[in-house]
């Protein structure tokens, strides 16, 4: 381990950063010196300059994936380096901001009756009735099942807080049934050690095979992955009328404003106001003239 190294990991690790921000800043910044073949220590402005440009254009990197290596080179020079004149020259990249897929409950339904295993059909019934993380979801325990008080407790979920979350009869009832056949220790899903189930936290790309195979299953031809699921959890409460500030708290989102993307998802808030067309006259498309003739200019 080289020295650099190990400083930039002293000090994520004594600012407290989880180990999946832990190994992703890491990661980048192994990246960006091995394309210089040089030590970041000796690389400067120009260098990340030409870097950001190189992800764009050859390696065709989203705008999102390198917002998270922009931060790690921030990280890098202005945390562990002391250089904080290099800040304004890592810029982040403009993100497009696209809405999230979002799925009907009849979608919502085959998929989670499409999935293969019990195993698998009790991630995703927890995954859509409850909102959580991907993330999250591996590091669930059976002590986090509090069944008296019908909730979920959440551990030190985005952002190293705690929440509780929804527990529904329904899931309810599957996870018991999961539990009777599965028999967890520890973890809620156990994963695999040497090829054989053991006490560990199942890995993200689980859960991601879970749902990519069940929504082939399924048939669905939206793009899904475990993310979909909590957008849809979120929409369609809003559309049973839950308050945006309470599905604020059960996302475990910081800002409200990350929260109410999902007004431009839901039809009840659509659809509660008419549009201003509505509000004058306008004759029948009948009587319109029809002609396929370009007109002249």
Not at 251 to 260: E, F, K, S
Request: net charge positive; glycine share 4%.
């Amino acid at each position: 381990m080289t020295r650099l190294r190990q400083m930039m990991l002293d000090e994520l690790q004594r600012r407290n950063y989880s180990p999946s921000t832990v190994r992703s800043y890491i990661s980048a910044v192994e990246d960006f010196a091995r394309y210089f073949g040089r030590s970041p220590y000796r690389l400067g402005p120009d260098h990340i300059r030409q870097y950001q440009a190189h992800l764009f254009r050859d390696r065709k990197l989203l705008a999102g994936t390198i917002t998270i290596r922009t931060c790690a080179l921030r990280f890098l020079y202005v945390k562990t380096l002391k250089r904080p004149y290099l800040h304004e020259h890592i810029p982040f990249p403009k993100r497009p901001r696209s809405l999230p897929t979002v799925l009907s409950s009849e979608e919502v339904e085959r998929l989670i009756a499409s999935a293969k295993n019990l195993m698998h059909r009790a991630m995703l019934m927890t995954l859509y009735a409850t909102g959580l993380r991907r993330s999250e979801l591996c590091q669930l325990k059976v002590t986090d099942i509090d069944s008296q008080r019908m909730v979920i407790r959440v551990r030190q979920g985005k952002g190293a807080r705690d929440r509780d979350v929804l527990l529904s009869s329904k899931l309810l009832e599957t996870l018991r049934e999961y539990w009777r056949w599965m028999k967890p220790k520890t973890y809620l899903f156990p994963g695999l050690v040497n090829g054989w189930r053991a006490d560990v936290p199942i890995t993200p790309k689980v859960v991601w095979d879970a749902v990519t195979e069940a929504r082939e299953r399924a048939g669905i031809e939206k793009h899904v992955t475990p993310h979909t699921l909590r957008h849809s959890f979120a929409t369609n409460m809003l559309e049973a009328g839950a308050d945006l500030r309470t599905i604020q708290v059960l996302l475990g989102h910081r800002d409200i404003a990350d929260t109410a993307v999902y007004l431009h998802l839901s039809r009840r808030h659509l659809q509660a106001l008419p549009s201003p067309i509505e509000a004058i006259e306008v004759s029948s498309p009948n009587t319109v003239k029809r002609s396929r003739r370009l007109m002249k200019r």
